[in-house]
């Protein structure tokens, strides 16, 4: 295919170069981005009268039919091609004849790439927005059923309080809300139009800058040609966005791999999210939550290739910066994915809340009760919890739990311990009593739901 460039050049590319050179197998994907740019660009150089009326709205018909025959595969993208923008105008210049040829006034593949790539990265933070909110109502929705799901909360995996299984879920929905607001910031940085920066420095020609940016939907031009042709700060934004989302999801995978282990039980994951092994009957593996654990890995490595590709770029457009779409692209398709895995996969497994109590009853997870019940009662709290402490060690030499211990057990330790300690120390009293807001009680966490339910959810 004809290069857009080759009146400059006598000899022909070497063939490994051409090939090296190329974008088309990435970029094709940004081929509705870049017709719809270059209907916005056609119209005002029309209304501008940088063009003929006449050859303008020819110009956008026979774009429109590009795009529909692209959309229905009657027209195939040619592998050949140096990248979208090329294919797109040869396509036009084959359909129209020399009045195409006037389409690229005022205006060069570097502005129609960063212009392309931000209507890609703004449609991609919406669509992902959407299944973040997918995904917090599946979350939220499953802590409804398990206010009451009484589960050791852990520290360092290890037992140390009582909270519920609704309280953990919750822990999560924090966290995608924040993704959300990351979401829209980058979606916010990305809706800036940079189409008539030109090469680098703008054009001679009387363009209208915001006829363009408002046809495209943008809420405001850039103002400076040189960052307009070469800031990716937006690509960054929507990849680090997209690493904190996948972060998050890894870290729940990991727990739910826990949970609906033999170990813990405490979950169970609906067979549908789960396979087998080829050599062992009896099992049941959770490679979902496994592989978006495992696929945290291109995510992160994602954002770190392009901030390495932007460190050492002089201004303006240099061709290094080819390399920063197929970075967005495959994590925006694997975070989708995970996203879109995930809120099913809540939604499906079922909670084992007796499994949860039996955990929650080993593992002195009310010895913080304990030492508060003698801090209650006059002790210093760093006395109370060295009383406690020996208290602890003596009732794993012994077999015994603080529910089982006699009421003279506890009194070999303080004289301060009445009746009312096994009042204290049962769980359920040591749950419902952390009341503190943000807390893990029952009313607690109805509390939050009730904030989730304002917010829609
Ligand atoms: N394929 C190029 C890219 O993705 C398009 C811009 C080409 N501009 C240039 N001056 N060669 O960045």
């Not at 396979?275 to 945290?296: F, H, Y």
């Amino acid at each position: 295919m004809a290069k857009l460039w080759e009146g400059r050049f006598s000899g022909s590319q070497n063939a490994d170069a051409d090939a090296f050179n190329r974008s088309i197998a990435f970029d094709s994907r940004m081929y509705a981005q870049d017709i719809e740019g270059s209907i916005a660009h056609a119209s005002m150089l029309g209304s501008q009268g940088i063009i003929p009326q006449q050859d303008a709205s020819d110009i956008v018909s026979a774009l429109q039919g590009i795009l529909s025959d692209l959309d229905s595969g009657k027209l195939e993208i040619d592998p050949q091609a140096e990248d979208i923008h090329s294919f797109v105008e040869n396509e036009l210049v084959a359909r129209l004849g020399r009045r195409a040829k006037s389409l690229h006034t005022a205006r060069s593949r570097n502005d129609q790439v960063a212009l392309d790539f931000r209507l890609f990265a703004k449609q991609a933070m919406t669509d992902v927005q959407n299944l973040l909110e997918d995904l917090l109502k599946a979350i939220v929705a499953k802590a409804r059923t398990c206010t009451d799901a009484l589960m050791p909360g852990y520290t360092h995996l290890q037992r140390a309080q009582p909270v519920t299984y609704a309280h953990w879920l919750l822990a999560y929905a924090c966290m995608f809300e924040r993704d959300m607001t990351r979401v829209q910031s980058a979606l916010k940085a990305a809706d800036v139009c940079p189409l008539g920066s030109g090469a680098l420095a703008g054009t001679t020609f009387p363009i209208d800058r915001q006829e363009t940016a408002f046809a495209l939907g943008f809420g405001s031009v850039c103002s400076n040609s040189m960052d307009g042709v070469s800031d990716r700060d937006f690509a960054a934004d929507a990849l680090y966005a997209l690493s904190m989302i996948q972060t998050h999801l890894s870290r729940m995978s990991e727990e739910i791999i826990l949970q609906c282990s033999w170990e813990f039980g405490f979950v169970t994951l609906d067979d549908g999210f789960c396979t087998g092994s080829s050599i062992m009957p009896q099992k049941k593996n959770p490679d979902i939550a496994e592989l978006v654990r495992g696929k945290t890995g291109r995510v992160n490595g994602n954002l770190i290739g392009l901030l390495t590709v932007l460190k050492g770029l002089p201004l303006a457009y240099n061709k290094d910066m080819q390399e920063d779409k197929e970075g967005l692209f495959d994590s925006f398709d694997t975070v989708s994915t995970s996203l879109k895995l995930f809120a099913p996969m809540i939604e499906t497994m079922t909670l084992n809340k007796e499994a949860m109590r039996q955990a929650a009853q080993r593992g002195f997870i009310n010895a913080t009760d304990c030492a508060d019940a003698l801090a209650k009662k006059g002790v210093p709290f760093r006395e109370a919890y060295n009383i406690t402490g020996n208290l602890v060690r003596w009732a794993i030499g012994h077999g015994k739990t603080l529910e089982t211990m006699t009421l003279d057990e506890y009194r070999q330790f303080s004289d301060l311990f009445d009746e009312s300690i096994f009042d204290a120390v049962n769980l359920d009293n040591c749950l419902n009593r952390r009341t503190s807001a943000g807390g893990p009680s029952q009313q607690s966490v109805q509390a939050q739901l009730q904030a989730w339910q304002q917010k829609g959810y």
